[in-house]
């Protein structure tokens, strides 16, 4: 395995960090809380799952960062992302989503379906 070297952004290496290497790297420079994935090697997807910055930390943009950290190790590994805003933590729903599409996710319907997963909004590599 290629040695990783932390940089401001994400990771430099030969070879691109594992996505366990991304998100540990995410929850520790950005104050997340948490960050859940699911990642399916074969269908090359990332489900994100739930994405949380702690309380201390939110409105100075540690979630924008992480989600473009994890966008760009998705588009540089050629993985498609997909999620489900919801409003069980607090959020409003509307606000998450509007948030996720300025991050290039698409709601998953029509000419976006992506009939491999049940979430509801996808981003793929190659429509960006």
Do not use: C
Not at 10 to 27: K, N, Q, S, Y
Not at 68 to 92: K, V, W
Not at 100 to 120: A, E, L
């Amino acid at each position: 395995m290629a040695k990783l070297r932390r940089t401001p952004l994400l990771f430099e290496a030969d070879d691109p960090p594992t996505l366990d290497d991304v998100r540990d790297g995410l929850i520790e420079k950005h104050k997340l809380s948490h960050l859940w994935l699911l990642h399916k090697p074969k269908q090359k997807r990332i489900e994100i799952i739930n994405i949380g910055v702690h309380p201390d930390h939110r409105g100075q943009g540690h979630a924008r960062a992480a989600m473009d950290a994890l966008t760009a190790h998705a588009d540089a590994t050629g993985h498609s992302l997909a999620l489900s805003p919801d409003s069980n933590y607090g959020a409003s729903k509307k606000r998450l989503t509007q948030w996720y599409r300025s991050h290039g996710f698409v709601p998953n319907k029509g000419r976006n379906k992506d009939w491999g997963t049940r979430s509801t909004m996808v981003r793929r590599t190659e429509d960006i």
